[in-house]
């Protein structure tokens, strides 16, 4: 079963049992904090590679694959799972305090103009992809974070490649399982924490993503699927029909019937579990002829983690 991962928020340092330290909530009125505008920029976007954290200058330097795939991959993600009213970004450049003007890998903000400020919104979410830079320090990933809660972001995760770990800010790095999902307001539906990492899970999430946002194209494929699975069974009815004659057609047409309609309910189990209908599956599905392997496969459907085990022996 998957473990479902809920959100809480801590003061910057704080442990859950300083019960007494107040909490700065997400979306503080920016009119009156003490903070520099979210573009009052240390260093120049788009053209200088500077970053500044709590005043020590650094060089981001371009990636290599151990950080770029992996960053591709969570941009990829992100951006199809951002709900109605939020935007992704990448590397998008942030004053996030006094001292610090640096940009998240990716970033997840409310769409729109801040009525407060009328600048744009902070971001809420934040993710890290993590390979040479170091944990702690003054330009640490750890700081960062620090740095990202205490202006006002919601949630903060850093994917560590080398150990292939996904882990969220919470006063200190608190591993987020695989097998668990990401629940937000700023996302459609629950990410599932391994899609981060297998570019297979990711393929699966994005499609359950978009279809979660009624996306025309997945809509008109699978609608497309079932008439041209509908007008092939009409044409081997008939085909058997004429070939058996009336009373071998009659009951060919009857099992053809019990078929379709078990093929049937076996996509609609698959949909409705959040599995893509890809053409490979679409097709096995219409080539069966076995009743009860239909009905095998529906069961397993309804309880399968992935795909792959629907079709389990």
Sequence with gaps: M????????????????????PLRCPGADETTAPWPALDDHLVQPEVSRDEVIRGHR???MAANPEHGDPHCQLDYLV??????????????????????????????????????????YLEELAFEVVNEQPLTGPKGVT????????????????IFVK??????WRGAWVLVP??????DPALVRPLLCRAILDAAAADDAVVGALDAKGNRAIHQIRQDERQEGHKEGRKEGRKEGRKAGVQAGHKAGL???????????????????????????TARVAACEVLATLKQWARQAARAATPRDIFSP
């Design 2 to 21: 998957a473990h479902r991962f809920t959100p809480y928020m801590l003061a910057p340092g704080a442990s859950a049992s300083s019960a007494s330290t």
């Design 58 to 60: 650094m060089t981001t």
């Design 79 to 120: 951006r199809a799972y951002v709900a109605n009213g939020y935007i992704a970004s990448t590397d998008m450049l942030t004053r996030f305090g006094p001292g610090s003007d640096f940009a998240p890998d990716t970033c997840v903000r409310r769409a729109g103009i801040n009525a407060k400020t009328g600048k744009r």
């Design 143 to 158: 700081t960062q974070a620090e740095e990202m809660m205490a202006r006002g972001v919601r949630r903060v995760f850093a």
């Design 163 to 168: 150990t292939g770990e996904v882990k969220e």
């Design 178 to 183: 695989l097998d668990s999902q990401i629940e």
């Design 255 to 281: 099992e053809e019937g019990r078929l379709a309609q078990a093929r049937e309910m076996l996509l609609d189990v698959i949909e409705s579990r959040g599995f893509a209908l890809t053409q490979d599956i």
